[in-house]
């Protein structure tokens, strides 16, 4: 067990461990003391395998996590900030450009690739029993921006539980019928009657730049429930970075953007 995780423990069951519970424990920001204060969380774990480091490659000389963190300080709404990392590298970056003040680091045990996200989330929020929600952020989406930001808290209403990111689309989707021999069918409409455009709404397709959830959801193992809203996310802004063609297109994307 490692000492943070024991620190943990200390704090968490203070009966337990009498007289060393004078041990300093992780204070409480002033923003967590309501059931309405939002933890923003990065998971930045250091095993990236289609891009070696991913979350510090930089864009335009500034890496992935840095503008992900450049963006919520900016918002300055959230209760705290935190980097969860399995990483010395990663989290010598953070702090090398930020004060404890402004975003903390929260040092995981590594996690397999295969580790989804919400358990990396789960291990978090029982280490830090002030996190009442959670928004996790992904700093794979490098067009985070503010006004996201505000939307994202706006909806986070008394009587929803989750908000996520969205993007629309109009695409004509098919897929391919194994009980028909491998033929094409198609999947969200009648080709008797191909929509338009402007005859229907679209679909609604996770653009995977952030989900915010209160803490019994997540302490179930979802992101999502029945009682969800959804921020729509600009499809030029929707980019996540998952191979190194992703990134050289960011790259492109944000040089035009500054020439503008």
């Known amino acids: 067990m490692s000492l943070q995780h024991l620190v943990a423990l200390i704090c968490l069951f203070p009966s337990v461990f009498g007289s060393i519970r004078e041990l300093e424990c992780p204070s409480i920001a002033p923003g967590h003391q309501n059931s309405s204060s939002v933890t923003a969380l990065i998971l930045a774990r250091g095993g990236s395998k289609g891009i070696p480091l991913k979350n510090l490659v930089p864009i335009n000389g500034e890496p992935l996590l840095i503008r ?16 969860s990392t399995d990483d010395d590298r990663i989290a010598s970056s953070v702090e090398n450009r930020f004060s404890s003040d402004q975003v903390r680091i929260h040092l995981r045990p590594p996690v397999l690739d295969t ?5 990396s989330t789960q291990e978090f929020i029982r280490m830090h029993p002030e996190a009442t929600n959670v928004a996790l952020i992904q700093c794979t989406s490098p067009f985070l921006k503010v006004r996201y930001l505000e939307e994202l808290l706006e909806k986070f209403e008394p009587s929803t539980d989750c908000v996520f990111s969205v993007t629309r689309s109009y695409k004509l989707r098919w897929r391919r ?15 008797e009657r191909r929509p338009r455009r402007q005859d229907w709404d679209g679909e609604l397709l996770e653009a995977g730049m952030f989900y915010l959830a209160r803490r019994k959801l997540l302490l ?10 959804v921020v729509e996310i ?7 970075i998952d191979t190194v063609e992703d990134l050289e297109l ?4 944000v040089d035009l953007r500054n020439k503008r």
């Open 250 to 253: 960011a790259g492109v994307m």
């Open 234 to 240: 600009e499809p030029g802004d929707a980019l996540e």
């Open 68 to 83: 992900s963190l450049r963006v919520l300080l900016e918002f300055d709404r959230f209760a705290s900030i935190w980097v």
């Open 177 to 191: 019928d194994v009980s028909r021999r491998g033929a094409v069918v198609p999947v969200n409409f009648n080709p």
């Open 115 to 119: 580790t989804p996200s919400i358990e």
């Open 220 to 229: 179930k193992g979802r992101f999502q429930n029945d009682r969800c809203q």
